[in-house]
């Protein structure tokens, strides 16, 4: 028997950093930047205004009143994506649309709110100071600063960056394809009918729908029995396509265990009882140099040593920090047992009123009650030595993803 911690620090110790990747930007989408991204240029890389108006000399309109407009003559139009070669002198002005830029000799705009909006000649009704609504050259971004470090995630707003400074692809660690199968003869296809002893194959969309939560991109393979040259081949033929296989079933202490029969001394493949539940039979090692975790059959089980095992490893894939889930600090709603030296992970909701979080354990924990898990959004880790905590206790509590 070894530690959810040994466990894990096995499996960090050994799944391989994904290479890097120059995709191009929505590939890119997902993934963790390899390189730091400057801007070439500064943002905005012009003044230019920013509400559609008039470009004027603050001085000329410092005595500006509803009572005594100053007029103005207006001598173009600047609109967005103009050269930006026109000028104003003093007692002139341009019209200038949001966005456009500022021309030389103008150090304010005046919102065409503020005026009477004429085309020839223009009255305004209020002054300024200099630097009116002008959004000046660089105060998003300074030309060389960087905008985007080397291990960052990118998300739709650091994809906008990156397309803001001019990139059209990004070196990134892609995120990990991961391949998921199920074994076991008792299952069928969702949507299919099922005859004595069957049910219906639940751990593979789950388990692929998880791999998307964390960052990776899942390959639901169609699930095998326990015949177990199939089996073998099967995963064999998956490793074309998988930075990493996921696989459910067939590894406790049944006459047909079939993940463990096959992948018993394969590459560095081992299996282990891990001081945890729901999930003590874990499998892990490389095959072939691809990550394989072998993931116990009961639909809890599986989905917490997802959460526990596999994440961070996909994270560590794309040389992130493996980190856990996001935790809070919460207050035990009831009492609850644990059983000694083993990591219990408990399902509960999850209430935040006054000021903090109370966590209530669901009613049932069996980890073949999918039910209690999909209305669960939280883990309470209570730590192998908590054999029974009171009601109000704080604890650790995992949030479990949406
Ligand atoms: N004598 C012992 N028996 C068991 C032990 C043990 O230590 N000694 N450990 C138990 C624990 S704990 C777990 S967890 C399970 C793990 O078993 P397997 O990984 O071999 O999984 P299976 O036997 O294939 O299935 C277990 C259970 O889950 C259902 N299942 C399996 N796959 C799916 C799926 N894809 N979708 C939905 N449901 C699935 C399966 O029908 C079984 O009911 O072993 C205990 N036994
Ligand atoms: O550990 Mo098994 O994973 O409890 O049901």
């Known amino acids: 028997m070894r530690t959810v911690d040994e466990h894990l620090t096995d499996i960090l110790g050994s799944v391989p950093v994904l290479p890097p990747l120059d995709l191009a930007l929505l590939e890119a989408h997902g993934a963790v930047l390899a ?13 230019n205004s920013a509400m559609d108006g008039y470009a004027v000399v603050a ?17 173009g139009d600047i609109l967005a994506g103009d050269p930006g070669v026109s000028a104003i002198r003093p007692g002139l002005t341009a019209r200038i649309m949001t966005g456009a830029p500022l021309p030389a000799g103008a150090d304010a705009v005046i919102p065409v709110e503020w005026t009477d909006g004429g085309a020839a000649t223009v009255r305004i009704s209020r ?13 998003d971004v300074l030309a060389g600063q960087v905008v985007a470090d080397a291990g960052t995630r990118l998300g739709a707003a650091q994809i906008g960056m990156l397309a803001a400074v001019g990139r059209s692809h990004a070196v ?39 791999v998307a939560e964390a960052g990776g991109v899942g390959y639901r393979q169609e699930t095998v029995g326990d015949e177990p040259v199939k089996v073998l081949e099967t995963l064999r033929d998956q490793l074309v396509r998988a930075d990493a296989i996921v696989t ?11 993940v463990k029969e096959v992948l018993t001394g394969v590459g560095t493949v081992e299996f282990h009882k891990v001081r945890m539940r729901p999930g003590k039979p874990q499998g892990f090692g490389l095959f072939e140099g691809t990550p394989v975790f072998t993931l116990p059959g009961n639909p809890v089980s599986a989905y917490i040593s997802f959460q526990v095992f596999v994440r961070p490893a996909l994270r560590a894939m794309q040389g992130l ?82």
């Open 248 to 258: 459910s079933g067939g590894v406790s202490m049944g006459t047909r265990d079939v």
């Open 127 to 139: 002054p300024a100071p200099p630097g009116n609504y002008i959004r000046r050259a660089g105060e």
């Open 35 to 47: 390189e730091p991204v400057s801007a070439p240029v500064p943002l905005p890389p012009f003044d």
């Open 59 to 75: 001085a000329d309109i410092a005595g500006a009143t509803e009572a005594e407009p100053v007029v103005l003559p207006v001598v």
């Open 321 to 402: 920090p493996p980190e856990p889930l996001p935790t809070v600090s919460a207050v035990l709603g009831e009492d609850v047992r644990s059983p000694a030296g083993l990591r219990h992970y408990v399902r509960g909701r999850l209430s935040f009123t006054r000021g903090f979080y109370t966590v209530a354990p669901a009613e049932v924990q069996g980890s073949h009650q999918l039910g209690s898990l999909s209305s669960a959004d939280a883990l309470i880790a209570l730590p192998e030595d908590a054999e029974a905590l009171p009601a109000g206790s704080h604890v650790e509590v995992m949030r479990l993803p949406s």
């Open 172 to 210: 990134v660690r892609p995120r990990p394809r991961v391949v998921v199968m199920s074994t076991g003869t008792e299952l069928r296809e969702p949507g299919s009918t099922l005859g004595a002893g069957q049910i219906w194959e639940s751990n593979s969309f789950m388990l692929t729908a998880a």
